[in-house]
């Protein structure tokens, strides 16, 4: 499954006091709405912190989807010391790189502009 990312800039306050506004950019991804992240934001308040109220969405980008990378080496590669497997989108074919354990990935140097960071299939 493709995984749509769309960011949303919003007005928002906290609860009771709508004079003492700010903007925020909101992530949302899937069916995810900036009204499910403010209800998530007010339920797992720190006690320092005051509960928000969602005032307007300003303004919202075009879906975005997120790179869907497939390791392309067989056997980890091992270059100069170091362990790192090698990824390709599956839709638009940015390369990357994994080094060490974690899932996470990095695009490789020709690919990091911020234009890449989304997925654009082909």
């Not at 308040?45 to 109220?53: S, T």
């Not at 090698?86 to 080094?99: D, E, G, P, V």
């Amino acid at each position: 499954m493709i995984e749509t990312l769309i960011i949303y800039t919003v007005l928002v306050c906290p609860k009771g006091h709508p004079k003492e506004t700010w903007t925020e950019e909101l992530k949302c991804t899937g069916d995810e709405t900036p009204f499910d992240i403010i209800l998530e934001y007010n339920r797992t308040l720190r006690p320092h912190e005051r509960p928000r109220a969602l005032i307007k969405i300003i303004s919202e980008t075009q879906p975005m989807i997120e790179h869907v990378c497939r390791k392309t080496n067989n056997i980890t590669i091992q270059k100069g010391g170091r362990l790192f497997d090698t990824y390709q989108c599956i839709h638009c074919n940015i390369t990357a790189k994994r080094f060490g354990l974690p899932r996470q990935w990095g695009r490789d140097a020709k690919f990091r502009h911020p234009k890449f960071q989304y997925c654009k299939p082909k």
